[in-house]
């Protein structure tokens, strides 16, 4: 029997969604969404097939920040396969580091109330802060300056919203879906049918240590699959 988004809530609740559990401080996540967008532009499927970002807080799983050393020494490895996704190592004080993206994840829940194409912008435009700019996403302030920047999100209902906690169960609802396993990582992909990937295309190991010790090694990568997903997703689309 085929899962519903009723029966599972991982999956799209529509067949012209694209859900993505990811993590805004999750350098295989940055890698992900540039792909899924650059791949979605394309395939000429912009406007046919939307991303529903949805919250994977790393924060919450680990009960604990997402290391600057870990992140730091993903920049390099990641950084290496997918250029112009956009990075740089932190150039501010430690004092400045985001310890929480709660507040960002909250704002990308919140945009989609102006539509996903909002919601869309918005996340990626908090990334490229985070991780080309070197802007600590975590504080209100930058929230907004960021979603005034994309020149698509309504700040003014932006901050109503942030400032009313309105989305915050909907980050909640998020995590809770993903616990137990049924998430296995920032990024994880599901489509409308129930086809999914975990950190597409992608086989990575740590060596010398854990995350935030060691450093990690790509074993695979495979671009490719984003075009097999979205392709997919398309398909799935038309068949009515």
């Known amino acids: 029997m085929r899962h519903t988004q009723a029966s599972d809530p991982r999956l799209p ?6 859900a993505v559990f990811t993590d805004l401080n999750c350098s295989f996540a940055h890698v992900a969404v540039h792909r899924l967008h650059e791949t979605r532009r394309r395939l000429g499927l912009e406007g046919r097939l939307w991303f529903d970002l949805r919250a994977f807080p790393l924060e919450l799983f680990n009960r604990e920040v997402n290391a600057r050393p870990g992140v730091d020494s993903e920049i390099a490895v990641l950084g290496a396969i997918e250029p112009a996704a956009g990075w740089r190592l932190w ?3 430690d004092w ?4 929480t993206t709660l507040p960002a994840l909250e704002a990308v829940q919140a945009a989609k109330a102006q539509g996903w194409h909002a919601s869309e912008q918005l996340d990626r435009a908090l990334r490229r802060a985070f991780w080309a700019q070197g802007r600590c996403i975590a504080m209100r302030h930058v929230i907004l300056d ?3 920047e994309t020149g698509v999100v309504h700040t003014d209902a932006l901050a109503a919203a942030l400032d009313q906690g ?3 169960a909907a980050v909640m609802e998020q995590y809770r879906a993903s ?3 049924r998430v296995t990582c920032s990024p994880h992909i599901f ?3 129930g086809t999914n990937s975990a950190n597409p295309g992608i086989s990575a190991r740590w060596l010398g240590g854990e995350f935030g010790v060691g450093y990690p090694v790509v074993d695979e990568d495979r671009p490719t699959v984003y075009a097999d997903l979205l392709s997919r997703a398309a398909h799935i689309l038309d068949s009515g």
């Open 13 to 18: 609740a529509s067949k012209d969604t694209i």
């Open 91 to 93: 150039q501010g004080p």
């Open 96 to 99: 400045t580091y985001p310890v």
């Open 146 to 148: 960021v979603a005034r």
């Open 166 to 168: 309105c989305y915050r």
């Open 179 to 181: 616990c137990h396993g």
């Open 191 to 193: 489509l409308y049918d």
